[in-house]
């Protein structure tokens, strides 16, 4: 049990409300409130103040909200180490999408191909800004590779078209 809900408990035990306590600590009732919502906690001196008139340690008032505390650090860690975990995995997709996109751009019809469809298949990941500008990239390399290569080949027929004319 949380310390705010321990302290919520003792005081309707006691049959206190939230001003009779407040009186007797000379505090707001708001700020009892708090305690018992979980919005703040209670200083030092007060808690002191809030055992005694509980008639409860302030051991006792604690030790169920410390071990909630160390439940909570290992949830903590097993939420980080999933989250570490995933960043790995993105890393290694990432890596492997950049890979790829590079690779196709040697065969240039492919790699417009290929680099499209990674594009599609990257358009709502946020964490691919790399991959997206890679892949914007390679395609307009292997535009303008296609372009060179369609270039050529005409080129080389219209010149040995000439050649047979004259």
């Given at each position: 049990m949380m310390l705010a809900e321990k302290l919520k408990k003792c005081r309707?035990?006691?049959?206190y409300?939230?001003?009779?306590?407040?009186?007797?600590?000379n505090i707001s009732r708001q700020a009892i409130s708090k305690w018992e919502n979980g919005w703040t906690t209670p200083d030092l001196d007060n808690l002191k103040l809030l055992s005694q008139l509980y008639d409860i340690s302030i051991d006792e008032l604690l030790n169920e909200s410390i071990t909630d505390f160390s439940k909570?650090?290992?949830?903590?860690n097993t939420i980080e180490?999933?989250?570490?975990?995933?960043?790995s995995a993105i890393s290694n997709e990432v890596?492997?999408?950049m890979s790829l996109s590079?690779?196709?751009?040697i065969l240039p019809p492919i790699g417009i191909i290929v680099n499209a469809w990674l594009l599609l298949k990257t358009r709502n990941k946020k964490n691919y800004l790399l991959v997206k500008v890679l892949c914007i990239i390679c395609i307009l390399i292997c535009i303008y590779n296609?372009?060179?290569i369609v270039n050529n080949l005409f080129f080389q027929y219209s010149q040995g078209n000439a050649e047979l004319i004259q």
């Amino acid at each position: 049990m949380m310390l705010a809900e321990k302290l919520k408990k003792c005081r309707l035990e006691k049959q206190y409300s939230q001003g009779d306590v407040a009186d007797q600590l000379n505090i707001s009732r708001q700020a009892i409130s708090k305690w018992e919502n979980g919005w703040t906690t209670p200083d030092l001196d007060n808690l002191k103040l809030l055992s005694q008139l509980y008639d409860i340690s302030i051991d006792e008032l604690l030790n169920e909200s410390i071990t909630d505390f160390s439940k909570t650090n290992e949830l903590l860690n097993t939420i980080e180490h999933n989250v570490e975990k995933k960043n790995s995995a993105i890393s290694n997709e990432v890596l492997i999408f950049m890979s790829l996109s590079i690779v196709s751009c040697i065969l240039p019809p492919i790699g417009i191909i290929v680099n499209a469809w990674l594009l599609l298949k990257t358009r709502n990941k946020k964490n691919y800004l790399l991959v997206k500008v890679l892949c914007i990239i390679c395609i307009l390399i292997c535009i303008y590779n296609n372009v060179i290569i369609v270039n050529n080949l005409f080129f080389q027929y219209s010149q040995g078209n000439a050649e047979l004319i004259q």
